[in-house]
């Protein structure tokens, strides 16, 4: 319950038959004044990007597209990018061949 001292918090819900129903297990005390305010909605892509690990020099690898939450990247993968990343530059460096 949100109590009459939380006063300048946002608290999200939608227009359920023409009624505001707000979201989680949020409950107001009756009779309290409330400001309601519309937000744009959360545009969806037109085409859903393939997924891909971004490796960027010094940097966490990260996935970029994709659904959010499908690829899972373990301290193992991890480690993996990162000696691949390693083994790649030394190559650069000593000449070597592929």
Not at 48 to 64: S, T, Y
Not at 87 to 95: F, H, L, P
């Amino acid at each position: 319950m949100v109590g009459s001292d939380n006063y300048g918090i946002n608290i999200l819900g939608k227009v359920e038959n023409g009624v505001v129903v707000l979201e989680g297990k949020i409950t107001l005390p009756e009779g309290m004044r409330v400001a309601v305010s519309p937000i744009p909605p959360i545009p969806l892509a037109t085409q859903q990007m393939a997924p891909e690990v971004i490796i960027e020099p010094g940097k966490l690898p990260w996935i970029r597209g994709g659904i959010p939450g499908t690829w899972k990247l373990s301290g193992e993968i991890i480690a993996q990018i990162l000696t691949d990343e390693v083994v790649e530059m030394m190559k650069a460096v000593w000449n070597a061949p592929s």
